[in-house]
């Protein structure tokens, strides 16, 4: 059975520190890893998707990568804004198994960046 | 990638009545899919609403406790029936979004639920 794991669970930074929250899962057959930010008592928003074939996506001051073998991600982000504050959370689209929609969670991190 | 708009944003309901809440897309979608995200809980699948035929339950979830219609392929509704404070959490819905086997998810707005 996936599972996917987020450490640390919470993280607080000062504003302009750059940061890397982690994402592992238990089985590396997946079709891609997708990291999505929530804002409190909202929906997702979608920010990079990794297909299992590559090794990361970019976008603006985000990077995210992905070593399928050793069921890891880790999301980079530069620069830090106290607008980046939010709980993110990634997710691995099962290789088989289960119902299409059926990604598999982590608990998220939760982030804060002090002004 | 897709749009979707969900209503209600949020509601706090009385225990024992039924909320339904409304995903419209953009575009025309095959599958949709309704999750619920129980508070300091990571998301679940309830179950794939698919048009033209019955929803798909997820184990744990069952069609009396939450009814889904699928009237089109852009629209879609969850209803949480006969409800109690053990289901207040966020309600979302989500879309597939790229080609072929390479596609992501968009997900809506989510409704915030609280049972009183």
């Known amino acids: 059975k996936q599972e996917v794991t987020q450490i640390p669970a919470a993280l607080s930074v000062p504003e302009g520190e750059n940061l890397v929250l982690n994402c592992s899962f238990t089985d590396s057959a997946i079709y891609n890893l997708q990291w999505f930010r929530q804002d409190p008592g909202k929906g997702l928003t979608s920010l990079l998707l990794?297909?299992?074939?590559?090794r990361e996506q970019t976008s603006g001051r985000l990077n995210a990568s992905l070593d399928k073998s050793s069921g890891r991600s880790t999301l980079y982000i530069a620069a830090s804004q106290p607008g980046d504050s939010a709980t993110y959370l990634c997710a691995v689209r099962p290789g088989y198994g289960g119902s299409q929609g059926n990604l598999i969670f982590g608990k998220g991190t939760k982030l804060s960046v002090k002004p | 990638s897709a749009v979707i708009s969900q209503k209600p944003s949020r509601d706090i309901c009385q225990r024992g009545t039924s909320l339904t809440i409304q995903c419209q897309v953009d575009s025309q979608v095959t599958m949709m899919f309704w999750y619920r995200q129980q508070p300091g809980q990571s998301l679940t699948l309830i179950a794939t609403?698919?048009?033209?035929?019955?929803?798909?339950?997820e184990s744990g979830f069952v069609i009396d406790k939450f009814p889904i219609s699928r009237p089109n392929l852009t629209f879609s509704t969850l209803t949480v029936s006969n409800m109690s404070p053990e289901d207040s959490s966020i309600y979302l819905c989500s879309v597939p979004t790229g080609y072929g086997t390479d596609y992501g998810y968009t997900f809506g707005s989510g409704t915030r639920l609280t049972v009183v």
């Open positions: 990794i297909q299992s074939s590559q």
């Open positions: 609403a698919n048009q033209g035929s019955e929803a798909t339950y």
